[in-house]
C-alpha cells in the first residue's frame, strides 16, 4: 500500500518535471520576471501502452508543480472521444519562471520516461491574453 502510493506520488512529481522539459524545448525568447503572466499550451498524444501511466501523471501535475516558483495553475483536459489525447495548460508569472523549472527538469534527466509514453512529440506554445508586438 505504501509503496503504491509512493510510486503514484513519484509520478506526479516526474510528471511535473517532465512537462516543464517539454515547454522549454521550444524556440521561444524568455521574457523577463516583470512581464505579463504566461499560458504554456501543450498537446500530448499518449501511446496506448503508455496511456494508463500517463492519465496517472497528468491527474497530479498541479499539485506536483504547486510549490515550483512562479507556477500559478494547470489544466488538463482529456479528449472524451480519443483518450490517448491531452491538453495540459499552464499558467507562469513569467517565461523566465517557467524556464527556471525547466532547467531543473532537464537536469533531472526525467523527460526520457515521460517521451516514453508518448506517441508522438508534444506540440505546445507560450500564449499570452495581452497583445504581442510582432
Given amino acids: 500500500m505504501i509503496q503504491n502510493r509512493f510510486k503514484t506520488i513519484s509520478r506526479y512529481v516526474l510528471a511535473a518535471f517532465a512537462l516543464t522539459l517539454i515547454a522549454a524545448c521550444t524556440d521561444v525568447p524568455a521574457a523577463s520576471d516583470s512581464?505579463?503572466?504566461?499560458?504554456?499550451?501543450?498537446?500530448?498524444?499518449?501511446?496506448?501502452e503508455g496511456l494508463s501511466e500517463f492519465s496517472d501523471i497528468m491527474a497530479g501535475v498541479a499539485d506536483a508543480m504547486a510549490s515550483e516558483p512562479g507556477f500559478v495553475s494547470a489544466i488538463v483536459y482529456q479528449n472524451v472521444e480519443r483518450p490517448t489525447a491531452f491538453v495540459l495548460q499552464e499558467?507562469?508569472?513569467?517565461?523566465?519562471?517557467?524556464?527556471?523549472?525547466?532547467?531543473?527538469?532537464?537536469?533531472?534527466?526525467?523527460?526520457?520516461?515521460?517521451?516514453?509514453?508518448?506517441?508522438?512529440?508534444?506540440i505546445m506554445g507560450y500564449y499570452s491574453t495581452d497583445p504581442v508586438d510582432p
Fill in 35 to 48: 512581464g505579463p503572466p504566461v499560458t504554456l499550451i501543450i498537446n500530448f498524444e499518449a501511446s496506448d
Fill in 91 to 122: 499558467v507562469w508569472a513569467s517565461k523566465e519562471k517557467h524556464g527556471e523549472h525547466f532547467d531543473r527538469i532537464v537536469a533531472s534527466g526525467d523527460w526520457a520516461h515521460i517521451n516514453s509514453l508518448l506517441k508522438t512529440e508534444p
